[in-house]
Nanobody
């Protein structure tokens, strides 16, 4: 059974930093391109950061230079380091695993990040 468990969300002041973690179960980690998405209230889910199938990283302009995705293969864990946070970064952040061969997506349950003073 595939499980993606996010952690590290919380309340942070504007300009602050936060690091999210996503622990993956089973063999999903090695078979997938891992990434992070977010969904703010009333908005569609959007890409935040991801590893491409080839292993390079992709970021939208809205977070480029502020967010960094990384992974620890030994721990089957992917991270999202967020800095210079803004109120508009407030959202539920979801871990995603996209299986390379099938294209199937797996999602975690999400972790809430609130940026507010």
């Amino acid at each position: 059974q595939v499980q993606l468990v996010e952690s590290g969300g919380g309340l942070v002041q504007p300009g602050g930093s936060l690091k999210l973690s996503c622990a993956a179960s089973g063999s999903i980690f090695s078979r997938s391109a891992m990434g992070w998405y977010r969904q703010a209230p009333g908005k569609q889910r959007e890409l935040v950061a991801r590893f491409s199938i080839r292993g390079s990283t992709d970021y939208p302009d809205s977070v480029k230079g502020r967010f960094t995705i990384s992974r620890d293969n030994a721990k089957n864990t992917v991270y999202l380091q967020m800095s210079s946070l803004k109120p508009e970064d407030t959202a539920v952040y979801y871990c995603n695993a996209r299986v390379r061969i099938s294209g199937m997506d797996y999602w975690g349950k999400g972790t809430l990040v609130t940026v507010s003073s």
